[in-house]
């Protein structure tokens, strides 16, 4: 499975964008990329995931570099529940989507 | 409810006793999954089913621990002769079809903590 590399952890406004990147040089053509976060104790909550194309839901949006050797998750509009620990994670086409977890990245949206 | 629900949410034992963890997967999800999450760290994977046939079980970390999912329903998981080393936050989470574009959805999770 490919290895991703996330920044520890980011501070952003409250109000303003929360850009997120991750690094995925690894990936192969079959593998999707995941976005989760976890808010304190909670369990993670899915927020986005994709192949190639760049996605967009009502929590964020997702930039897929053309060669998908990189993404960015976007938060649009940050506010202070958004702190959390965001993870990037690849998941393999076809096969079982067992996520493996990394150590992610701690977002703390400041007021 | 509609999420993934878990029981007990805090379950506290002596060393040696055995613990059994209930994952109640949302409704028509086909596979489901166990996570363990130490403090400060990211979910670590278990073992997963679908329906009822267990998968993969790479992730169980000795002969101690063992999942069934006899109905492809709700699923337990069991720690015999618990050690102080098993405390953890142990997670569930279903997704609608076995498929890497089928997303996961967690439980709250138990908490687990052996004295």
């Known amino acids: 499975d490919a290895k991703t590399t996330q920044p520890t952890s980011m501070d952003c406004a409250e109000g303003r964008a929360a850009n997120l990147p991750c690094n995925h040089s690894t990936i192969s053509g079959n593998e999707y990329v995941y976005w989760y976060r976890q808010i304190h104790s909670q369990g993670p909550q899915y927020i986005i995931h994709g192949l190639k194309n760049n996605e967009t839901n009502e929590m964020a949006s997702l930039i897929i570099t053309e060669d998908r050797k990189s993404s960015t998750l976007i938060l649009p509009h940050a506010t202070l529940r958004d702190t959390a620990v965001y993870y990037c994670?690849?998941?393999?086409?076809?096969?079982?989507?067992?996520?493996?977890f990394g150590t992610g990245t701690l977002l703390a949206v400041q007021p | 409810g509609a999420g993934v629900s878990q029981s007990p949410r805090y379950k506290v034992t002596k060393r040696g006793q055995d613990v059994a963890l209930r994952c109640d997967p949302i409704s028509g999800h086909v596979s489901l999954y166990w996570y363990r999450q130490a403090l400060g760290q990211g979910p670590e994977f278990l073992t997963y089913?679908?329906?009822?046939?267990?998968?993969?079980k790479s992730g169980l970390p000795n002969d101690r621990f063992s999942a069934e999912r006899p109905e492809g329903s709700i699923s337990t998981l069991t720690i015999q002769r618990t050690e102080q080393r098993d405390s953890a936050m142990y997670r569930c989470?279903?997704?609608?079809?076995?498929?890497?574009?089928?997303?996961?959805?967690f439980g709250n999770g138990t908490r687990l903590t052996v004295t």
């Open positions: 994670i690849v998941s393999a086409r076809g096969a079982t989507n067992k996520l493996i």
């Open positions: 989470a279903s997704s609608r079809r076995d498929s890497a574009n089928s997303p996961l959805h």
């Open positions: 089913f679908n329906y009822e046939a267990q998968q993969d």
